[in-house]
């Protein structure tokens, strides 16, 4: 192991993936194999009046078609959340329950109602479309902020102001203190907007139950296949580990979306012991849109306070952080450990204080995706920055540079110690930013961009 240590590693897998021979969920098969379709909701927030399915079963090469009902009589529930962040005063958070179909209401568009197996994916379509499904249709809440107010639709009954959890991380008083006492405040509100992740592969999962041993196979699309083993085993089916086997083969992009173990796959993998036969399911492009986690969706008000010098004295933000319509598994975490430890961002600020409210509202889950909770830190931090030293009057390069927290290598100097939990185990912000001013030529640019001005461009 010493040998690799500085040094790169040639990649194993290129060979077949350059001449277009990996080997993907969708590309596994079995012998006697079945077909899946999910019925998804078109509505955002409907109550279920009925589930009609006897037009569907009885369709040419459909073999069997369940309800929430079904599932629900079988003990079975879905997918959990991982991560327990409570109230500020102590309360357990709230997680409400996520069924791997309907049962009484759909809660985002695609939440599934029915899932049909039949011998071929065309006659699985087919009889999906057969599936009369009739929808009381509510007033549906996406905006996170408006979500916790009074009077908003409630996405689930036993979540009050659809409020999670609310939390916070820093020093509330010393941050209000350096706000009292600010020379200059700059404010800024957004909506970091919800994003949907697009990986070239789609979800899949291939399902099969040996009645001789009693075990499971799951052949499905994650990163995290010893998680998924983990929640369908302990969580979902009730069962010990040993009895499932989880097999994650070549994986075409995930970002962070593939991380999550979803419902999609924990019913294949009970249907198949249902049916006493293996099942496929693969996700379509639409539907992935539908299905896979999201990301951000965020509604933040962010604050700098400046004093007199252009020094930091302060950073405060408040966040509405919409979780979806149900909590995955390290949804809670995104908005609360993943980015409010990374609000000190760069800077010497000697207050911080991060006040976080998470909700559901009717949209899709979600999770971890590129950076899960980190990039959102940055863009606000940067972004106060930025819009801090323009209403002073300070070039942001001088006004970053004025700020940083000082060279440290954690080794002749300590880490630095954040005022959000975090040390930084080493730094040199001032040496990187100036060899990218230099690399770029900054005060050329800033000249052609004055000349550009003056010629009426936008630049």
């Known amino acids: 192991m010493g040998d690799l240590i500085g040094k790169s590693v040639k990649r194993v897998e290129d060979n077949r993936f350059l001449k277009g ?50 599932i629900k009589d079988a003990g079975i529930v879905g997918s959990i959340c991982g991560w327990q962040v409570d109230f500020k005063n102590g309360d357990t958070m709230k997680e409400p329950g996520h069924p791997i ?3 009484d209401k759909v809660r985002h568009v695609g939440d599934a109602v029915a899932l049909v197996i039949a011998e071929d994916i065309g006659k699985a379509k087919d009889a999906a479309g057969a599936v009369e ?21 409630q996405v689930h009954d036993d979540v009050p102001n659809n409020t999670i959890f609310d939390w ?9 203190a350096a706000f009292e006492n600010a020379h200059h405040i700059t404010e800024l509100s957004y909506h970091n907007q919800k994003l949907v992740p697009n990986a070239i592969e789609p979800r899949a999962a291939l399902a099969y139950f040996d009645s001789n041993d009693e075990k499971y196979t799951l052949y499905t699309t994650s990163q995290n296949p010893h998680l998924a083993r983990l929640i369908i085993a302990a969580f979902v089916l009730s069962i010990p580990e040993h009895k499932l086997r989880v097999i994650a083969p070549d994986v075409g992009g995930g970002f962070g979306s593939k991380i999550n173990t979803y419902n999609d796959e924990c019913g294949v993998l009970w249907a198949s012991k249902q049916i006493g036969r293996p099942v496929k399911w693969t996700a379509d492009r639409t539907e ?14 962010a604050k700098l306070a400046l004093d007199a010098d252009g020094n930091i004295t302060g950073l405060r933000t408040k966040t509405y952080a919409s979780l979806g319509a149900y909590l995955s598994n390290f949804s809670t975490c995104v908005p609360t450990y993943l980015h409010g430890t990374l609000m000190q961002g760069l800077y010497t600020t000697p207050a911080v204080h991060v006040d976080v409210t998470a909700v559901v509202t ?13 990039p959102e830190a940055s863009y606000c931090v940067e972004r106060l920055v930025e819009t801090a030293a323009r209403e002073i009057g300070m070039d942001p390069a001088e006004f970053r540079l004025k700020n940083f927290i000082p060279p440290f290598d954690g080794v002749k100097q300590p880490g630095y110690q954040t005022q959000v939990a975090l040390q930084y185990d080493s730094g040199n912000y001032e040496g990187a930013l ?12 800033k000249e052609e961009r004055s000349a550009a001005r003056s010629d009426g461009k936008l630049m």
């Open 21 to 70: 021979e990996g080997k993907y969920t969708d590309d596994f098969n079995m012998p006697n194999q079945t077909f899946a379709v999910y019925v998804r909701s078109p509505h955002a927030h409907a109550n279920l009046v009925s589930v009609d399915i006897s037009a569907a079963k009885a369709m040419d090469g459909v073999i069997n078609v369940f309800t929430g009902k079904d």
């Open 101 to 103: 179909l309907a049962v």
């Open 362 to 374: 009717n949209t899709v889950p979600v999770d971890a995706l590129r950076g899960a909770g980190r």
């Open 168 to 176: 916070e991380l820093g020093n509330k008083d010393e941050t209000d």
């Open 133 to 153: 499904v009739n929808y009381k249709v509510l007033d549906a809440i996406v905006d996170p902020k408006a979500a916790a107010q009074d009077g908003a639709p």
């Open 434 to 445: 100036k060899k990218a001013l230099k690399n770029a030529n900054y005060e050329k640019l």
């Open 288 to 301: 992935a849109f539908f299905t896979d986690s999201h990301g951000r969706d965020h509604v933040t008000d």
